[in-house]
């Protein structure tokens, strides 16, 4: 390590005076002008990560669906998922470092995480659309260089492009080409091959209205679309030529307010979907014909989804364990559907999909969402050879199953969370089942939710456990939401600190929406009078 080039380069990506910043549940996020240290330093980090593991490491600059101002940064490991935790205390250390002391640091961190210096190291870079984003991931490149890292930088991508193109190159092109191209190809033609029985049938060509949140995903769906319009028309909403990133629209937003983002056109009974700002989540919506308003969230979708996959296997019939993961912000009516209708196993993680995403690998298939529409499909390595296995042996309807699942492989993306690929996996199972979008949002009814945020001195005042279903500390907290939920039918609620925002979460739900409310309030309240609320205090109505 030529340490006195990373002293002197580090001078022009100075560190502001007082600013500490930590690896949270997506990596580094805040207002894009703090951010041009830690970008040099992630880049240096990649290199070190990269020799350790002797594997292209990822690095993408992005702040999802956070305001357009902001940004953020996050490392992929060699397989695609996200950085080991052991490695984000090394990033935030590396991040919070006074200049002197950053060649010690990066020491410290070679020593402890026994890198070998003399490796060679690869960086594949990454960003979304914000304006920011193309300086900062340049201080990227200058924290590689500097450390003798190579690196391709594939400029405009959306995350789980970036994740996917990481996984390709470790794994020598077997889980695909490590191109934009590549990714097209092998998705379009898996959605193709799916629907093929579908599609002869005589269906109408499909269209689905697409709200892109004026991000990145518009640009690579519209690059993308050709590939299978045979199959689905997508209409391209908030494509970015007029709005403001993530700006009342998008996943996000959506999810959240629970009504249909600014800019889409929406007719009756008509599937839409919103991506986020990096195109890793999916939700979808319609209105019906009273104008209602019906919200299908990643827990109708990870519904969906397993549904399909069970039949599947039931008609293989070869004992592949499903299990579906979720967090504590799922509705309780989709963890009571899944586990008392479908009769599939349902786990409960921690809020963020790096947690989702591990136990996920504990299945032969398993199956993860988060509420918000984060999440894919994973497949264990014996499940995907049995399945390709059957695919060329079996018979007739065995040997059908066997080859629609071995389509699904290929559609999911298989390293995180992927809007594009999750729309073509749920646009392929609609059209094979026959299903319209009011059928699928039937399948049950979601239980009213509230989600609210509290400003509090120090949000790390605030622990958990039970995957964040109970506070530890401060003391009494949990007891007194314990009196809140006892007040309510059907009722649920949870506060945690959040990974992302200066805030706590508070989730609540209940038998109908003015008690949903209420609770939330309540619950609030507690958490602003016992954990050090600051500002205005919590309100009543919404
Ligand atoms: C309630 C909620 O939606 N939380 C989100 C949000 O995390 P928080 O730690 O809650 O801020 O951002 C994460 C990253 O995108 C996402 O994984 C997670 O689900
Ligand atoms: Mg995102």
């Given amino acids: 390590m030529d340490l006195d080039a990373v002293t002197k380069q580090s001078v022009l990506h100075a560190k502001p005076d007082g600013l500490i910043l930590q690896y949270g549940t997506a990596g580094f996020r805040t207002k894009a002008e703090h951010l041009d240290h830690v970008m040099f330093r992630m880049g240096l980090l990649a290199v070190l990560r990269s020799k350790q593991t002797k594997s292209a490491i990822g690095v993408m600059v992005t702040a999802s669906h956070n305001p357009e101002e902001d940004n953020g940064v996050k490392l992929v490991d060699p397989l695609g998922e996200m950085l080991a935790a052991s490695w984000e205390e090394h990033a935030t250390c590396l991040a919070n470092a006074e200049e002197e002391h950053l060649p010690r640091v990066l020491v410290d961190i070679s020593e402890k995480a026994a890198v070998d210096l003399h490796q060679d190291a690869f960086v594949v870079i990454g960003r979304d659309t914000r304006p920011s984003s193309e300086k900062l991931s340049q201080s990227v490149i200058d924290g590689v260089t500097v450390l003798g890292g190579q690196f391709h930088d594939y400029g405009l991508l959306t995350t789980p492009q970036l994740h996917y193109m990481v996984f390709c190159r470790n794994s020598k092109g077997q889980y695909g080409k490590a191109t934009v191209e590549g990714y097209y190809q092998k998705l379009s033609s898996a959605f193709v091959e799916l629907t093929k029985q579908a599609f002869c049938s005589g269906d109408d060509r499909r269209t689905l209205r697409v709200d892109c ?113 979720q967090t504590a912000y799922a509705n309780g009516s989709s963890t009571r559907y899944l586990e008392e209708v479908m009769k599939v196993p349902v786990y409960c993680t921690k809020t963020g999909v790096k947690h989702l995403h591990h136990k996920a690998q504990e299945f032969d298939i398993g199956v993860y969402f988060e509420a918000n529409g984060h999440g894919t499909v994973l497949f264990s390595k014996a499940a995907e050879t049995k399945i390709k296995q059957l695919a060329k042996e079996s018979e007739d309807e065995k040997r059908k199953a066997a080859k629609m699942l071995e389509s699904i492989i290929d559609l999911f993306n298989q390293t995180i969370g992927d809007a594009i ?89 209940a038998d109908s929406q003015e008690n949903t409310d209420s609770l939330a309030y309540e619950v609030s309240l507690a958490v602003f009078q016992l954990a050090g609320g600051i500002g205005e205090r919590p309100q009543r109505g919404f």
């Fill in 421 to 509: 690929s999750d729309m073509l996996v749920i646009e392929a199972i609609l059209a094979l089942k026959g299903l319209t979008v009011q059928q699928w949002d039937a399948l049950y009814t979601d239980l009213p939710n509230r989600q609210l945020k509290v400003k509090v001195a120090d949000r790390q005042g605030i622990s958990t456990t039970d995957a964040e279903r109970q506070v530890v500390r401060p003391p009494g907290l949990q007891e007194a939401i314990n009196a809140l939920v006892k007040k309510y039918r059907l009722s649920r609620a949870f506060v945690r600190p959040s990974g992302t925002e200066d805030i706590v979460r508070v989730y609540a739900e």
């Fill in 213 to 325: 949140a004026n991000g990145i995903g518009a640009l690579k769906l519209a690059e993308m679309r050709h590939y299978f319009s045979q199959g689905l028309s997508v209409q391209l909403f908030n494509d970015g030529t007029k709005g403001k990133l993530n700006h009342l629209c998008g996943a996000d937003f959506v999810k959240s307010h629970q009504k249909p983002p600014q800019g889409i056109e929406m007719r009756a009974n008509e599937r839409c979907c919103s991506f986020d700002g990096d195109a890793d989540r999916i939700v979808y919506y319609y209105h019906d014909a009273d104008g209602q308003f019906h919200l299908i969230d990643g827990d109708k979708i990870a519904t969906l989804i397993s549904s399909f996959l069970k039949e599947l296997l039931l008609e293989i019939g070869d004992g592949l364990s499903l299990g579906v993961v």
